[in-house]
């Protein structure tokens, strides 16, 4: 039987991933990917904490919303990192200090 | 002026002044307005020319006649009045005319000895200078005022004597000649000093005429008394010493003599007139002046220096080879006679000695001066390595240079003191006094006169040597050098002129109609303390045996010299090598006075450099020190707090910094880092 805490423990693991991803990758679309999974483990919570609503499939439904969401930022951030990299020649976080200073 | 004074003596006294002041007029003129220009040496010359034709008017109104003395206040400091005047007495107004007498002939000579050195101007310059302080040394009627001309005579022979001043021997020789003379000054200005402490004034006529101050003070019981003053009679020995040391240091008497042989590096005109007939025989004119100052006693001692002097130098001259230094030696010997003449009371005898001296050795120098001048020229015609004044390389000049060997003979015989010449009436004077002095005195007292004599028979030796060795035999740079050139000749008149009347003058009808008897010279009886002779057996004998014998050792020098049969004196002898090194004296005074006064300053040199340069360099270290820890101070402590809280700043905001470092992923980390230890906190708080 596959229990809360199971997906629970799926979505911690998917989280700490992202988390890791973003804090440790020098390429943004990469850390692009890590925003993703950090994403997807809080649907997956969404979608398991559903099942104790009392209105069938709710869950389910607001998570369809936020994948749509989710793909429309990421659509907007692929088109700030295009732009980034026209201006900088360069996609690593580190690297542009532009505004820093 | 004090007191109306005939018309006739106000322009006596005026000419004397004029005769004073020309020789300065024509300083200040060569000084001021000519510059180089060969025009400086007429200038002087018509200077001295007017000023001797002046000074031999006074002497005319003068001599024998009266005796003028004007003085004008000069200032009046507490009690004490002083006076400034001229004093024309018989002393004065003949040395005034000697001086400028002797001064013209030399002038005259120097225009064409002098023609062709560099110096041609400033030597004229100097030399008018000398002859105004000479002249004004003979008149001044006041011992400050002697004083002072006495010290400008020092000076202006100091600086010709260092004419040429390129030479290291010149300058030598002048530092000398200065030292020397400062020991005689501060002798005659300490005796000034206490000649004023005694009797309160400077006046010459007061203190030393007939029945002056000087005359009425008397000693008693270890005390000098004049008038009301009292002082213990210690003082007027120690004034007598100071005069004698001024004496002794400006006619290089025995002590303090070894400066006028050294003087020979001036110009040779330079020592015919400064160093020969003139300034050395200033010492002598003082001892005429401050006469009755000294008591018996004294006046014994001086004698006795004066001899001693006389026959040193005569020894010393036997042997040496350079022209001017014989001369100086001579000089030297002849001064001593006049101090000893001055000792045994031949007042006259000496002054008259004074006079004729100054002609014949002016003569001498001046013949020297051409003899010199002439060797020159061989030498630098044939460029050769040979000092000119060495009479070793002369020889048989008689017949290229007849006037100048006419004139030396003239002044040589003058010298030695032979009959027909000045020398014989004024020397034979001396010893005659002499041998009637000790006589008086007592036997052991004969000494001085036989000294005397004997220095009179090396003086016709040297004086043959050098006749002999410079004009006679052949000449020996012909026969060290076979193929030299000569083209040498008496020289143009003002060469000529010079030695003439100079000539003149040594030969005895200047002096007395009579040329076999010295006790008949006007000149004699025209100074006031002349006593006269009592006619003894010394009037005859003293000149025959003196000049018999003089007349034998000329013969011998011949002998020895030209016919050179015998061969005397081996030149290693002990009394050959104390003769030639000047009897050691140089030697012992480099030794002694000078090691001493140098090891003195190279102590005194030492404690300034060690002691008080030491204290000095202590008190810098010391500031420098205490500087050294104000400056660690400040650096450590007052900027290592300022450096300290900057430091503490910068680290805080290099800390703060960190968070702002503009690293996206960085932010996020230190977010969740801070999220973690909330979490943590929040736990263990918890718990």
Redesign the interface.
């Known amino acids: 039987m596959i229990t809360l805490t199971d997906f629970m423990i799926v979505s911690a693991v998917l989280f700490c991933t992202g ?1 890791f991803v ?3 990758k020098k390429n943004s679309i990469q ?1 692009l990917i890590g925003i993703e999974l950090m994403l997807n483990a809080a649907i997956l919570n969404l979608v398991a904490f559903g099942k104790y609503d009392r209105i069938n499939n709710s869950g389910q439904m607001f998570a369809l919303f936020a994948i749509v969401l989710a793909a429309a930022t990421t659509a907007v951030a692929l088109a700030i990192i295009l732009n980034v990299y026209k201006q900088y020649k360069t996609i690593d ?2 690297k542009i ?1 532009q ?3 | 002026m004090n007191k109306a004074l005939p018309y006739q003596d106000i322009q006596t006294v005026c000419f004397a002044i004029a005769a004073v002041v020309l020789p300065f007029a024509a300083f200040v003129i060569n000084f001021l307005f000519l510059g180089k220009s060969k025009l400086s040496g007429w200038v002087s010359t018509v200077a001295i020319l007017v000023s001797s034709i002046l000074s031999v008017i006074v002497f005319t109104r003068v001599w024998n006649v009266q005796q003028i003395h004007v003085k004008h206040l000069w200032f009046i400091i507490g009690d004490n009045t002083l006076y400034t005047g001229i004093l024309l007495n018989n002393l004065s107004v003949l040395m005034l005319g000697l001086v400028s007498v002797i001064a013209l002939p030399v002038h005259i000579y120097s225009t064409a000895y002098m023609k062709d050195d560099a110096g041609y101007s400033r030597y004229f310059q100097y030399l008018s200078f000398f002859c105004f302080s000479m002249l004004a040394l003979v008149v001044m009627d006041n011992l400050i005022l002697l004083y002072a001309f006495w010290e400008l005579v020092g000076f202006s022979s100091y600086l010709l004597i260092g004419f040429w001043f390129d030479r290291a021997t010149a300058v030598q020789a002048n530092k000398k000649a200065f030292i020397i003379n400062r020991i005689g000054d501060i002798g005659l200005l300490t005796a000034i000093i206490i000649l004023f402490n005694q009797y309160h004034t400077f006046d010459i006529a007061q203190l030393f005429k007939d029945g002056g101050l000087i005359a009425s003070s008397t000693i008693n019981n270890g005390l000098w008394i004049s008038g009301t003053t009292l002082t213990p009679v210690v003082w007027q020995y120690i004034a007598c010493i100071g005069i004698f040391l001024g004496v002794a240091a400006k006619s290089a008497q025995f002590p303090l003599h070894t400066w006028l042989p050294d003087a020979m590096e001036g110009p040779t005109s330079v020592s015919a007139l400064i160093h020969a007939a003139t300034m050395v025989a200033a010492g002598v004119f003082l001892l005429g002046r401050v006469y009755p100052l000294f008591n018996e006693a004294e006046l014994t001692t001086l004698a006795v220096i004066g001899c001693f002097t006389a026959f040193m130098a005569a020894t010393i001259a036997l042997t040496q080879n350079d022209l001017k230094r014989i001369l100086a030696y001579s000089t030297i010997s002849q001064l001593g006679y006049m101090v000893m003449a001055m000792g045994i009371g031949a007042y006259a005898t000496s002054l008259f000695h004074l006079v004729t001296h100054a002609f014949f050795k002016c003569l001498l120098f001046l013949s020297a001066g051409i003899v010199i001048h002439q060797i020159k020229h061989i030498k630098e015609d044939n460029h050769l390595n040979i000092d000119p004044q060495d009479i070793a390389n002369m020889g048989g000049l008689r017949k290229k240079l007849p006037l100048t060997f006419i004139a030396t003979l003239i002044g040589g015989l003058a010298l030695i003191g032979l009959p027909l010449t000045s020398g014989y009436l004024s020397k034979e004077g001396i010893l005659v006094q002499a041998f009637e002095w000790a006589e008086h005195k007592g036997s052991a007292y004969m000494l001085l006169p036989v000294l005397a004599s004997i220095t009179s028979w090396l003086t016709a030796f040297y004086v043959a040597r050098l006749i002999l060795k410079v004009f006679y035999g052949d000449m020996h740079l012909l026969t060290l050098h076979p193929g030299i050139k000569i083209h040498i000749g008496d020289g143009g008149w003002r060469y000529k002129l010079p030695l003439v009347l100079l000539s003149l003058c040594c030969l005895f009808p200047l002096f007395s109609l009579n040329p076999l008897s010295h006790t008949q010279s006007w000149l004699l009886y025209g100074l006031s303390s002349y006593k006269g002779y009592t006619e003894s057996i010394f009037e005859i004998i003293v000149p025959v045996v003196v000049n018999v014998l003089s007349l034998v050792v000329m013969y011998y020098a011949y002998i020895i010299y030209i016919k050179q049969s015998i061969w005397v004196s081996s030149q290693t002898g002990l009394l050959y090598r104390i003769s030639f090194n000047e009897w050691y004296i140089d030697r012992f005074y480099n030794c002694v006075v000078v090691k001493f006064v140098l090891a003195l300053s190279d102590m005194t040199f030492w404690f300034d450099r060690k002691v008080i340069d030491g204290f000095v360099n202590l008190l810098e270290k010391i500031g420098v020190f205490i500087a050294g820890i104000a400056s660690w101070c400040d650096r450590y402590i007052v900027d290592g707090i300022l450096h300290l809280s900057a430091a503490i700043v910068q680290a805080i905001g290099g800390f703060a910094r960190r968070f702002q470092n503009g690293k996206v992923q960085y932010y996020l980390f230190s977010m969740l880092l801070a999220v973690i230890v909330v979490f943590i906190l929040k736990i263990l708080i918890w718990n």
């Open positions: 988390m973003i804090i440790s850390i976080p580190d200090k505004l820093k200073d």
